[in-house]
């Protein structure tokens, strides 16, 4: 069956500086055999212009599908009965939808609250970082909280250094950043910009697109093209209205057995 064919019930997404030696891999998806991690490689990050650090998200059209069976659309009762299949039957839905699902990946999208106000996310920022910060801000960090800080130590009379000693990691907030849909990318390396083989988490989706792997899901790679010349246009719901984005289909390729790395002596 056609892409477009299957494109017609639409898609919704489910609620992530190259180096010489990956410039020529194809375009793939790898859903890992660790629980949770998906790889994309440098030819997708290029394309879709996700850098190091920026979200990737991962959807299907399956929600759309379901309501064109409740709603007996033309061409799935067609498809229904050429088959012999009852979308009467739970068994019969999952073979429908099974023949018209499309898998897809998009760049992750900044969220929206329901007024409009961007959701916000807070970084991972340790004791350590906590207290680097600290260190080099300190003179700032007095000045702008001395009224407090004299209030903590009980007296006007303190000296600068006094009330910089009351400071504590408590006091000090992890950064706040605009959060955006999908999954977060991480490079193995230090390289940074688009165009990088990336990582990603969303143990659901993994599951998801493993499930008929049952105990072998972490036994194998699930490998899937990424088809960069087949992208379509797609809406994604950023948390207030719906925007405008592009889509990537995924086609399956092979499961692979995950490659052992021997230990150096």
């Not at 961007?118 to 009224?147: C, G, H």
């Not at 408590?170 to 999908?182: A, F, L």
């Not at 390396?189 to 493993?210: E, M, P, R, Y």
Request: charged share 25%.
């Amino acid at each position: 069956m056609k892409l477009g064919n299957k494109l017609q019930f639409g898609v919704t997404a489910l609620q992530a500086g190259q180096k010489s030696s990956t410039v020529n891999a194809d375009p793939r998806l790898i859903v890992n055999s660790t629980p949770g991690k998906f790889v994309i490689t440098a030819p997708v990050s290029k394309a879709m212009g996700i850098a190091v650090g920026e979200n990737v998200q991962i959807g299907n059209n399956i929600p759309n599908i379901e309501a064109a069976i409740q709603q007996q659309v033309p061409e799935l009762v067609q498809w229904a009965t050429e088959n012999g299949v009852d979308l009467s039957t739970r068994e019969g839905a999952d073979a429908c939808i099974k023949e018209y699902t499309v898998w897809f990946i998009v760049k992750g999208i900044p969220q929206f609250d329901g007024k409009g106000n961007p959701v916000m996310a807070s970084e991972r920022y340790t004791k350590e970082d906590k207290q680097k910060f600290i260190a080099a801000n300190l003179a700032k960090l007095v000045e702008e909280n001395r009224a407090a800080l004299i209030e903590r130590n009980g007296g006007e009379d303190a000296d600068d250094e006094t009330l910089g000693a009351l400071i504590n990691v408590d006091d000090i907030e992890s950064p706040k950043y605009h959060s955006n849909t999908g999954s977060k990318t991480a490079t193995t390396g230090s390289a940074t910009g688009v165009g990088c083989q990336l990582n990603f988490t969303d143990t659901a989706i993994w599951n998801a697109l493993k499930a008929d792997l049952g105990e072998n899901k972490e036994k194998k790679n699930r490998v899937f093209n990424v088809l960069l010349d087949e992208a379509f246009p797609a809406q994604i719901f950023n948390g207030k209205d719906y925007v405008d984005t592009t889509a990537y289909p995924l086609e399956f390729v092979a499961d692979e057995d995950p490659i052992v790395r021997e230990k150096k002596a």
